[in-house]
Structures are given as C-alpha cells and as structure tokens.
C-alpha cells in the first residue's frame, strides 16, 4: 500500500531531555491513523517536525515519497492541519475568518470557503462572529480552514480536546465522513483511547517521546483476550477459593474487588456458585472481551489520561 507520510530515526532533544527519541511511523494512504499517547507523551512535538514548525535534533521526515527539506515546502500545500486549539479572530464572522486564510494562500477560487463550511456543517453560520460559536463548531471551522485548499492529507492534533460528548460525536462523525467521501488520509493525535477506537484503522502508540508499537485495529483482536470480570466484595477469600478449590491460575487484580479469570470462561455459574457457598459475595460476573485501553496499558505498562 503507498506510503504518504514516514518518519525516520525522528528525535527532538531540549538539552538532556529528549521530548521524541528515534519516532519512525509509516501513514498509509487512505487510512485514518490513531496517534496515541497521554498527555505529554510526545504527540504535538512529532506533528510540529512534520510540518517543520520545530528542527528535528536528528532523523528524517519523508512525505508523499520524497525527503522532507528546510528549502523544500512544496509539500505543505497537500497537507491540511489543526496543531493544538485553531486561532482564528473572534471579531470576525466566520465567513470572513476563511475568507482571509483564502487570501493568504494565494487561492483566487471564492467558492473553496463555502464548499468548505458545507463539509464540516457550518454552511449556515457562515455571518456568525467566531466568538460567538459552540466549543465543538469552532473546532470545526478549523477543520474547515484545514480542507480550503484541498489537502491529501489531514493532520489533527487532539480535535475533540475539550469538547462534550455530543461535540466529540459530532467531529467523529465529520473526520470518518471526510475519509469515506472525500478519500482523505487523516492522522489523528488523541489521549482519548475509546475516541481513537472508533476513528482510527491503525493506530502508533507514543510513551515517554518512543513510538512503542504500531498496529493495525483488526490484529489487536489477535491480542486481545477473552476474560470472566468478578465483582465482589472479600477479593482476599475469593482468590483463595479461586486458586484452591477451582485450580483457577490465570487470573488478575485490576482494582480492589475486581478479578478478571483468563480460563474456564464457560464454568461462570459454577465458579459463581463455588464463591458464594464459601461465602463470597459476588455482585456481579460477565464476560467481556480487553479493550483497546487494555492494550494501551499492557504496552505501556502505565496510566491513561482520558
């Protein structure tokens, strides 16, 4: 599958602390690309090197198959961005607002801003001033600004950051919408893990500045597990129960009262009837299936903000 954008050996450095340490991604065409990581982790430093807002300290940054240059810009009129929260002035409309990004970029078609508010659905608020919008259809408008000129790729860093449940569905709905209609490819940065599971085909998982893992969504089914989650209220005497009279050994504490057993996942009732004749309180017994914040956490080995 063609490549559109790959990062080699990338590191940025601030004296001793490397904020990115040898990053190398590969974003295929066509794909949404979950970049995630917790707050911090390195995400926005890598997306400001791609778009060479920062020198990179070492490595390389290769878009649509050609080496990225300081004297070479060509390739940032076939990408669209959103790095942090879009500024725009808050004393002008919104059609005014894209009016002046169109100017700007030397677009001499009027009708790019229209066709532009009709795809992120902000066609009839076009006299509305800026200040005068919605957390989540401000983020839009910068979506907005980021498709003027028609990128073949779409970078947006934490596009929901801030917004409420409707404001996140609303932006899912917008980037899965621009990848099937408009066959845009879209990396999209988030620490919000289930967000990144609904958008994203692959995802790259960034911690502490190093590019972990990178996985397309359907193989982490392969990796996943199947497990039984136990609710109960003496987690003490229902691991002795589990482990002498069930010869129950693959199991886990997640959290004070809850086990997850990785065997015999059809013997529910009867491990349930086990615990409670020797006096377990189960409240609740199911089973479930790890999550993609499982297998955050299992590569990390760490904590999600989100």
Do not use: W
Not at 90 to 113: A, F
Not at 137 to 147: D, E, H, S, V
Request: charged share 30%; proline share 2%.
């Amino acid at each position: 599958m063609e490549t559109v954008l790959q990062t080699f050996e990338l590191t940025k450095a601030y004296k001793t602390h490397k904020a990115v340490d040898s990053v190398n991604l590969t974003v295929r065409k066509g794909d949404i690309y979950g970049f995630l990581g917790q707050n911090g982790a390195g995400k926005t430093t890598t997306i400001r090197m791609i778009m060479g807002l920062i020198k990179p300290t070492a490595g390389e940054v290769e878009l649509f198959g050609k080496k990225v240059t300081a004297k070479d810009t060509d390739h940032l009129e076939r990408i669209g961005t959103i790095i942090e929260f879009p500024g725009f002035y808050p004393n002008l409309s919104v059609g005014e607002n894209l009016e002046i990004h169109r100017y700007l970029m030397g677009m001499p078609d009027r009708k790019v801003v229209d066709e532009s508010l009709e795809l992120v659905g902000l066609q009839n608020v076009k006299t509305r001033k800026f200040s005068k919008l919605s957390l989540g259809m401000k983020q839009r408008l910068g979506i907005a600004r980021a498709l003027l000129h028609k990128p073949e790729l779409l970078i947006l860093d934490e596009p929901t950051n801030g917004l409420d449940p409707a404001g996140i569905k609303e932006i899912r709905r917008l980037i899965l919408d621009l990848a099937e209609t408009r066959h845009n490819t879209i990396m999209v940065s988030s620490h919000i893990l289930s967000e990144v599971q609904l958008l994203a085909k692959r995802i790259g998982i960034i911690h502490q500045g190093r590019l972990v893992k990178e996985v397309d969504i359907e193989d982490i089914d392969k990796f996943n597990q199947h497990y039984l989650e136990l609710k109960v209220k003496n987690d003490r005497k229902a691991v002795y129960v589990l482990e002498q009279k069930c010869n129950i050994k693959r199991y886990r504490m997640v959290d004070q009262g809850v086990i997850r057993i990785y065997e015999q996942l059809e013997e529910s009732a009867l491990l349930n009837r086990m615990l409670v004749q020797d006096g377990v309180e189960v409240s609740e017994i199911s089973l479930r299936k790890d999550s993609l914040e499982d297998y955050f956490l299992n590569i990390t080995g760490g904590t999600t903000d989100g």
